[in-house]
């Protein structure tokens, strides 16, 4: 049973403009969530994070909105560069019973094209 | 700071076979955490380890386990390989449990293809 999903498999978008990443979740137990952006062969990077008192994080180019009512999350990157080519994964845990694993979604492959 | 390193990156066994997979942590990190991550499934959580304990368990088989070493490195077994168990290991480590979230930090992960 997968709590944390990513409908969208992949994402192009032109070097510059936004890339919005989707993310809805099952459980509303989840109060801390995450991004993760993953190259090959390497393991998973944090990017930002939210936790489940707030709606909206943001660090640089990147921004990660919360929906609670919709338990829908979304990562904006402005501008979107060349480099941010890569897999992204979005994750949420249970924080407050102090377990801290993170259920993962499958992931959207993000292609900037310069 | 030396990152989280996981030992073998790569490994192929044949069905049947068991295999042991290492993990260190960030020096100073006391929890490490294992995932398996497959193109179906994606990343999913095995457990985790605390001071040598095992504090939280996903969804697996009992021919997954692992185990943590006072030094805080971390094994994991797999008996009785599947074909299904194919898959990439992924290791991450934090400073601590408890009930704030403290971020977790990734190893490159051990490829481990059964035949």
């Known amino acids: 049973d997968q709590q944390v999903k990513q409908n969208s498999p992949s994402l192009s978008v032109q070097e510059g403009r936004i890339s919005i990443l989707n993310c809805d979740y099952t459980?509303?137990?989840?109060?801390?969530f995450l991004w993760y952006k993953k190259y090959p062969a390497e393991g998973p990077t944090f990017l930002i994070s939210i936790s489940s008192i707030k709606d909206k994080n943001e660090d640089g180019r990147f921004t990660v909105f919360l929906n609670k009512s919709a338990k829908h999350l979304s990562l904006h990157i402005v501008p979107s560069q060349p480099g941010d080519s890569a897999v992204y994964f979005c994750a949420a845990s249970v924080v407050q019973t102090g377990a801290n694993n993170l259920f993962f979604g499958t992931g959207t492959r993000l292609t900037v094209i310069p | 700071k030396a990152g989280v390193t996981q030992t073998p990156r790569y490994l192929i066994k044949t069905r049947g076979q068991q295999v042991t997979l290492s993990c260190s942590p960030i020096?100073?990190?006391?929890?490490v955490s294992w995932y398996q991550q497959t193109p179906g499934q994606g990343l999913q959580f095995l457990f985790e380890y605390f001071s040598e304990t095992q504090r939280n368990k996903g969804n697996f088989p009992g021919r997954f386990s692992g185990r943590q070493f006072s030094n805080s490195r971390s094994e994991m077994n797999v008996s009785t390989l599947e074909l299904g168990d194919s898959a990439l290991y992924l290791c991450?480590?934090?400073?601590?449990?408890?009930?704030?979230?403290?971020?977790?930090?990734f190893g490159p992960g051990t490829r481990l293809t059964v035949l």
């Open positions: 020096s100073g990190h006391r929890s």
């Open positions: 991450a480590s934090r400073l601590t449990g408890g009930f704030s979230y403290n971020e977790q930090f």
């Open positions: 459980n509303s137990m989840f109060d801390y």
